[in-house]
């Protein structure tokens, strides 16, 4: 009588229990399906301890953030640098409000710093340009070996990284300021003059005129030897535009647009006696060929047309053909 009473009371308890299995089953489908109708789980995002959104799925979006930090987004950029990256929190967002992924990566990558990746060519260890891969690189290296410069067995390669990014020099370009041809030396009238038609001593050769200064400037570069080979002149800096004038009366005998050998846009004026100025890297040209202008006349204004870097005037002063250093009369 004992056992079935109590075989009856535990079934009387399960019963119960099942009942209640049930209502709790049911109770969290319908919590379930009310939150789900007017809620949905999302990330939400902080940087540095700042909301800056919701993100649908963080494991995409913190992917598409370590891409850029490893491959950035421009040329020559070898990786970015981000000291903070986002935290996530999974919660329930009411719904009609909009995950903003593409504004999250946004602000997250403002904060990083690029760092550039590009390479140096050295002669005897200066660094004297930059290009933009290592193949470039052993190519300038290789024609300059081919060519027998006289820098061959200095010249180097070296791997840059900077936070900004330099400017870049093409094959052709460097070839051409790097080459260095062996100089013969000759006497001429007891002036020592490089076989290229520079005097490369300290004689100042008399011009028998007097010059201005065709630009007011700042002088960048000087006269004789420069990136391997010879300067033939001053550069003097000055904003694009500023007014160039003839720094002495003669005849205009040469006056042209367009790459003219590495000097763009150029004059040149003969003033007797084997003496010509020219003018070089221009953005206009104001006189033509065959003009009389007289000292102080506007001739140009200062460009970086050319083989050139910037604007500036390149001045060159010769006699019979030979160049002289500017600064014996000017600046």
Excluded at 10 to 33: D, E, N, P, Y
Excluded at 311 to 330: K, M, S
Aim: net charge positive; hydrophobic share 35%.
């Amino acid at each position: 009588m004992f056992k079935i009473s109590t075989i009856k009371n535990t079934i009387i308890h399960l019963r119960k229990c099942i009942k209640v299995v049930i209502i709790v089953a049911i109770s969290t489908f319908l919590i379930t399906g009310i939150v789900s109708a007017y809620y949905k789980p999302i990330y939400s995002v902080t940087l540095n301890g700042e909301m800056i959104g919701y993100s649908q799925n963080k494991n995409e979006l913190q992917q598409k953030i370590n891409n850029y930090i490893e491959e950035g987004n421009g040329q020559n950029v070898a990786f970015v640098e981000i000291n903070e990256l986002p935290q996530y929190k999974l919660c329930l967002l009411k719904k009609g409000i909009t995950p903003n992924d593409d504004q999250i990566f946004e602000k997250v990558i403002s904060t990083g710093k690029q760092y550039y990746k590009y390479y140096g060519i050295t002669v005897d260890n200066e660094e004297k340009l930059y290009v933009s891969s290592f193949g470039e690189a052993e190519e300038v290296v290789n024609k300059l070996k081919e060519k027998n410069s006289n820098n061959k067995e200095k010249l180097g390669v070296k791997e840059k990284y900077n936070t900004e990014l330099v400017e870049f020099a093409s094959v052709e370009q460097s070839v051409e300021k790097l080459y260095e041809k062996k100089v013969v030396k000759k006497t001429v009238s007891n002036v020592t003059v490089a076989s290229t038609g520079v005097n490369t001593s300290n004689k100042v050769v008399n011009l028998g005129i007097s010059l201005i200064r065709p630009v007011s400037g700042t002088l960048t570069s000087r006269f004789g030897a420069r990136w391997g080979r010879s300067h033939k002149g001053i550069d003097i800096g000055a904003p694009k535009g500023t007014t160039i004038v003839a720094a002495a009366s003669g005849t205009v005998t040469f006056s042209q647009y367009g790459y003219g050998g590495g000097y763009g846009n150029h004059i040149i004026i003969s003033h007797g006696n084997g003496v010509q100025t020219l003018y070089g890297h221009c953005t206009s040209l104001l006189v033509t060929k065959g003009t009389q202008v007289t000292q102080g006349q506007a001739i140009a204004t200062v460009g970086n047309t050319g083989n050139s870097q910037g604007n500036h005037l390149h001045l060159e002063i010769r006699v019979n053909g030979v160049a002289q250093n500017p600064q014996n009369y000017l600046y």
